[in-house]
């Protein structure tokens, strides 16, 4: 089995060395072995973990939803149910996100249009428009 440094793991996750350790001390990461020196060391396994983990954050998971979500997955087969729920419940709040952005997207594209014939206008003579 092959196995990672922090280093590594952080090098192939995106997340800090010390993003590493918060995770390993609220629970988030669970039984990560440690070599003869003490230092962390991580299998494949855990590196599969860290890249949900990171999907999760990057979706905007709460840290505490996150906990819950793998404490469940520490639970076995009985969590499944709950499982699937914590990631509907957070895919839900993905799309209100997305919905939100994309609304707020259209009133910056409608300020950039407005910016755009502001533009063209000043282009041509004896034509004055405030800016606003």
């Not at 949900?52 to 009985?78: F, K, S």
Request: charged letters at 35%.
């Amino acid at each position: 089995m092959e196995r990672y440094s922090p280093g590594q793991v952080a090098e192939q996750t995106g997340f800090s060395l010390d993003t590493l350790r918060y995770y390993e001390r609220i629970g988030l990461l669970d039984g990560i072995e440690r070599n003869s020196g003490g230092q962390r060391v991580f299998t494949a396994d855990d590196v599969a973990w860290l890249r949900i983990l990171r999907c999760l954050r990057d979706t905007g998971m709460p840290i505490q939803r996150m906990v819950r979500y793998a404490e469940l997955a520490r639970g076995g087969d009985e969590t499944v149910a709950e499982r699937l729920e914590v990631l509907r419940e957070h895919d839900r709040d993905i799309d209100e996100r997305i919905a939100h952005l994309l609304r707020e997207q259209e009133h910056i594209r409608g300020k950039i249009a407005y910016y755009e014939r502001h533009q063209a206008s000043r282009d041509q003579p004896g034509v004055t428009n405030p800016v606003s």
